[in-house]
């Protein structure tokens, strides 16, 4: 497949954008996509996935976050502000999700079409997010039978919500 | 100096066997990225910071973490000569990035190169599993196993709504890029590649060149992969790719039939010319060798070159790379020295199919 654009070399990077529903295609040959500097932000060496993808974060939606001009939004783990987050396409840390969690759920949207993780979950570490998650119910269901005054089967569920914790405390 | 296990054989011992589809499906490849809790990843680690972590992963490779897997050798990149980080890269089981830009970076390596771990490149643990032929399943299963082992011994960056947090939003979630390198001579000829590639990158999957990103079709080599790793689970995206790889595979089959069938001749022509130039040239370009391969390989797979083994186009692509060829003559050479050493190397290789059999 030609370039689109000089027709001359082949097409080596192959992309489809959609702004808002709308969708476009591109198929370029690398010295036409670098030429094309409003369309995909071109590096040093060469553009990627990453310049690619700067070009998305740098898309703010209409009508959000003006008038937050004065407090740069940072990550307070390692210190990446959102702008240089913007600029790299690369979080510094893994607490920068939890910082910026407030915009990424547009930006995941537009590379993934999706915001939440429906994969795999790690063994170990897997094993604690469900028993937390199992004693945050049984502490929603202490507090039902309390106020029902459903005194013995209360203790039976608050012994369970200690021995969770006792095995989570172990690890 | 004694030449590393690596830097002797230009493809890597898991490719020597064919598997399903492998007369079009040359690998399939499956990679996890995942990073450790509690440091910063690699971009904006500091030198102690990035040493802690090469140390954690490789120590747990130490501890004996993998044995259960395989044998595995631990390169610490900066021990690395840069000739041989160029040969690891043009064999595929380092990337450019860990190659020219990592710090404390490591690769470990299982020695029939089939599994190859990268340590601090994007992220801390890029776990790559290679097969040959389509096995994309089983490429996940084992690199899912490493990613357990892994688990066993470090904490993860694991959200439970974002999934494994990765340095680049493009890969958060599972993780995972999953790819299929194909060979795909009649689709190119007969042009359908085409309307193939918009239809494939439509479906949110992205074609690619060997080399990777930007690179062109090199051969007429093929790299599909997925795009998305957030919001489907591991086995979704596996079967998205492999359900769109089957139809590439079943239009390449249907291609190949047609030209032997209406243009039988012709087919022969240009195969057993490529075939006859890479047997006599005194002077050829990458390009040209890698073309000619293609060739050569379409006419051994529809058998009308006998005796010459199908994995002669791999080796030959990587063993006419800059890097390859210097280390194999032992010399630098400029881009034209260069093509008269493959041409030479090219000619010598196939001496051993014409005379006397492989």
Redesign the interface.
């Known amino acids: 497949?030609l370039c689109q654009d000089c027709g001359k070399r082949?097409a080596?990077?192959?992309?489809?954008k959609i702004v808002n529903g709308e969708k476009s295609?591109f198929?370029f040959c690398?010295a036409c996509?670098r030429e094309r500097g409003e369309l995909i932000p071109g590096t040093a060496n060469?553009?990627?996935?990453?310049s690619l993808?700067s070009g998305l974060l740098d898309f703010d939606p209409p009508g959000g976050g003006a008038g937050h001009v004065s407090h740069p939004l940072r990550c307070e783990?390692?210190g990446?502000t959102y702008s240089q987050f913007s600029k790299?396409?690369?979080?510094?840390?893994?607490d920068c999700?939890r910082y910026f969690s407030g915009k990424?759920d547009g930006?995941?949207k537009r590379?993934?079409?999706?915001?939440?993780?429906?994969?795999?979950?790690?063994?170990?570490?897997g094993r604690m997010?469900r028993s937390r998650r199992e004693i945050d119910r049984l502490k929603r269901e202490l507090q039902e039978r309390i106020a029902r005054e459903d005194f013995e089967s209360a203790a039976r569920i608050r012994d369970r919500i200690r021995e969770l914790e006792r095995r989570l405390a172990e690890g | 100096m004694e030449k590393r296990r690596f830097a002797r054989e230009a493809i890597s011992e898991w490719m020597r066997h064919g598997g399903p589809d492998s007369d079009i499906v040359i690998s399939s490849r499956v990679r996890l990225a995942r990073n450790l809790s509690g440091h910063p990843f690699p971009m904006l680690a500091t030198n102690h910071q990035a040493r802690e972590v090469m140390e954690k992963l490789t120590g747990a490779v130490r501890a004996g973490k993998l044995d259960e897997i395989g044998k595995f050798d631990i390169f610490v990149l900066d021990d690395l000569t840069e000739l041989e980080k160029q040969v690891l890269v043009e064999k595929h089981l380092i990337s450019p990035a860990l190659a020219n830009e990592s710090r404390c970076g490591a690769l470990i390596l299982d020695r029939t190169e089939s599994v190859s771990i990268m340590v601090n490149e994007e992220d801390h643990l890029r776990i790559q599993c290679l097969y040959p032929g389509f096995q994309v399943k089983e490429a996940w299963t084992k690199a899912s196993r490493i990613d357990d082992k892994f688990e066993e011994a470090v904490d993860y960056a694991f959200d439970e709504t974002r999934g494994y947090l990765t340095s680049c939003p493009t890969n958060v979630g599972t993780g995972i890029r999953a790819s299929v390198m194909m060979h795909l001579p009649a689709l190119v000829i007969t042009q359908q590649i085409n309307r193939i590639i918009p239809a494939v990158t439509q479906v949110g999957l992205v074609v690619r060149g060997i080399y990777g990103e930007g690179s062109e079709a090199l051969g007429n080599l093929f790299q599909v992969s997925n795009q998305i790793t957030l919001g489907q689970s591991e086995e979704e995206i596996l079967d998205h790719l492999h359900n769109v790889a089957r139809q590439m595979i079943e239009h390449e089959k249907a291609a190949r039939r047609r030209l032997l069938a209406e243009s039988r001749l012709r087919i022969q022509d240009r195969v057993c010319r490529s075939y006859g130039i890479l047997c006599h040239a005194a002077v050829i370009d990458s390009k040209e060798a890698a073309q000619r391969l293609s060739d050569v390989r379409l006419g051994i797979d529809l058998g009308l070159i006998p005796d010459v083994p199908p994995a002669v186009m791999n080796e030959l692509l990587v063993k006419t790379q800059p890097a390859f060829l210097q280390q194999t003559f032992n010399e630098t050479m400029t881009p034209e020295q260069r093509d008269v050493r493959r041409a030479e190397m090219i000619r010598e290789h196939f001496r051993k199919f014409r005379y006397g059999g492989a």
Request: overall charge positive; proline content about 4%; charged content about 10%.
């Open positions: 497949m082949p080596t990077l192959h992309f489809t295609e198929h690398e996509a060469g553009f990627s996935i990453h993808l783990s390692c990446l790299v396409g690369r979080f510094g840390c893994s999700y990424l930006l995941l590379v993934h079409g999706n915001t939440v993780h429906v994969g795999k979950v790690p063994q170990r570490a997010i």
